[in-house]
């Protein structure tokens, strides 16, 4: 008989959700949400060291060290570009936008267009669009003739015929209701506390565990990929610090805990 065979095999492989959480300064959570498809996710933790080297041998050998910083890293992989995922990586604010340019509000493009030129409208989802010059009794602008509606979500305009109008051309259109997220313009050290519900499938049936980290920064995502051949993907890292509020209750720990929510060896 070989020695492993008096022994259980107990691998691991991860499959599972994350879970965020916003987290007060008591250290309580308020909502959260899924975030999605996370292909990837890994803590990182490390330890810094102070050493010494004792002068007494002639060999100058290290005779003690002395833990000084305890950190961690967490990170994870998004697929999904729900609104609060953005939010997240981008270190911005959602808004709503809707309206009209009517009665005696313009979108007024730049002077000394030419033909051919393209205008972005300021607003997105546009409808009704009308097209005038700046002269006294302003003329209108001919669709098909005198400008092209490219793409009327993202409010692109080509110019194609400049005529004997006045510019500045000005416009007026409806825009529908648009959601955006600002970008670095949101709270840059909110926390987080980060639940992981994860199935070991390497167990069978599958063995529940649960990864609950405590205290976390999120960092705007360091590169967004404009154009993409594959699955776009947002590479998220955080900060994990120390939370008071557990570090003195040893179910909890100071920083993150693995639980066996299904049974173990």
Known sequence: MSFKQNFKDNYVSFQGGIFLFKRTSAGARKGGWFIGNCPKGSLDLAVERRTHKESTSGGRLTDKTQTTTKKGRLKLTFEDIQKK??????AGNEQSISGSFSGGNYDTFETGLAAGDIVKLQHFNVSTLVIKDSAGSPATLVEGTDYKIHSAAHGIVEILNLGSYVQPFRAQYAYAATTVITGLEGSDDE???VYCA????????????GIEIYRNVFDPVAALALINDEQ??????AEVMRDATRADDTKYGAFFRWVYVGENL
Request: aromatic share 12%.
């Open 191 to 193: 926390e987080y506390y």
């Open 232 to 237: 776009g993907q947002l590479e998220m890292e």
């Open 198 to 209: 994860l199935a070991n499938t390497e167990q069978s049936p599958d063995q529940p565990i």
């Open 85 to 90: 995922n953005l939010q997240l990586a981008f």
